[in-house]
């Protein structure tokens, strides 16, 4: 039997589950809030074309209107100043968007303080659990956030000092970026930056070294508790929108059983 015919194999006896790892996409999908004089994405919205009517008798459809970088998104390299001039979301190569994952778990951290950041050290930790992270690897960032998404304010937490997120500190962002083999970041929260993330050297620090280095971002995304710390494989399908910075992105993942 061919690999691709085993493959299909161990999805149809359960081997090998699929688990999807993107929030649904509406317009109570939360975004990101930029304070002015910043401008800001809209929101998604649908806007029905025809439902089995006068203006359209036998099919059903809609205009959509969104941002590149609303809900489950994946960042390009030319989302990024630091990135100017690098890859458009069009220009990824496919064999980029697949790839092994691996998952850090900070839930329990994140739960005891919003504002926590990951550190090299405890990626160190991680590696001596459970081995050096794999070349091409997608670097998976669990927090426990996605819980939160049904609610913007909540999902945002934000007060009169900013936004309280979890995320990288900008040390590990670099260490990451610069010196591991990984290909890509991915978070639960609105976007791969802590909410803390503007006041730091260099301020988004994950957008800063990851898309400087020609690597990539996804966020918002959801089930990493359902994934192995190792071992699964992850699939990124963004739209591949010519001179796009980013895309709304389906994302599954492959995880023997």
């Not at 997608?138 to 997120?165: K, V």
């Not at 359902?226 to 599954?252: D, E, K, T």
Request: hydrophobic content about 40%; proline content about 8%; aromatic content about 8%.
């Amino acid at each position: 039997m061919s690999v691709l015919a085993q493959l299909l194999a161990a999805v149809d006896d359960g081997s090998v589950e699929i688990v999807d790892l993107t929030a649904p996409l509406s317009d109570r999908t939360p975004i990101l809030q930029l304070p002015e004089p910043f401008a800001n994405t809209v929101p998604f919205r649908l806007k029905e074309i025809s439902r089995y009517d006068d203006r359209g008798p036998a099919w059903y459809w809609n205009d959509i209107e969104t941002g590149e970088h609303v809900g489950t998104h994946f960042d390009a390299p030319v989302h990024w100043a630091t990135g100017r001039g690098g890859e458009d979301v069009s220009q990824v190569a496919p064999r980029r968007l697949v790839g092994p994952a691996v998952v850090l778990d900070a839930s329990e951290r994140a739960a005891a303080d919003p504002d926590f950041l990951l550190e090299i050290d405890h990626v160190r930790d991680w590696e001596r659990e459970h081995g050096p992270l794999p070349d091409g690897a997608w670097f998976l960032y669990r927090t426990g956030w996605d819980a939160r998404a049904a609610d913007q304010d909540e999902f945002l937490n934000a007060d009169e000092s900013g936004s309280h997120t979890p995320g990288i500190s900008a040390e590990c962002a670099r260490w990451l970026a610069e010196e591991t083999s990984v290909v890509g970041l991915g978070v639960e929260t609105v976007g791969t930056d802590a909410g803390a993330a503007p006041g730091f050297d260099p301020p988004f620090p994950c957008h800063s070294y990851f898309l400087g280095a020609g690597k990539y971002g996804l966020t918002q995304l959801r089930n990493l508790d359902r994934l192995p710390a190792r071992g699964a494989v992850l699939l990124a399908s963004p739209l591949p929108i010519v001179g796009g910075s980013g895309s709304p992105a389906r994302v599954l993942a492959l995880v023997e059983r």
